[in-house]
């Protein structure tokens, strides 16, 4: 009779929420908020506030201070929108 290899099940792995998650969950509204009131258009502010996001994860990941996290992301938005202009 062979024997038959037995595989353990891994534990199903919990959600971890990375630390660019919980950012997006904080600043997206006050983001998207500056980006609206800069365009006066939603779409263009969902945009802008994606690639503001999408831009500034790398700078993001090195940086602790809430400040210049903000105004990582709020110059991103001044950039986009200005470019997009």
Request: net charge positive.
């Amino acid at each position: 009779m062979p024997l038959r290899l037995i595989k353990k099940r891994k534990p199903p792995m919990k959600a971890k929420t990375s630390r660019f998650d919980n950012l997006v969950a904080r600043y997206y509204p006050a983001v998207y908020s500056f980006a609206s009131r800069l365009t006066d258009d939603p779409r263009e502010a969902v945009a802008l506030t994606r690639y503001a996001f999408k831009n500034t994860q790398k700078q993001i990941r090195n940086r602790r201070d809430e400040t210049a996290l903000a105004t990582i992301l709020i110059s991103a938005v001044i950039r986009a929108g200005l470019t997009a202009a």
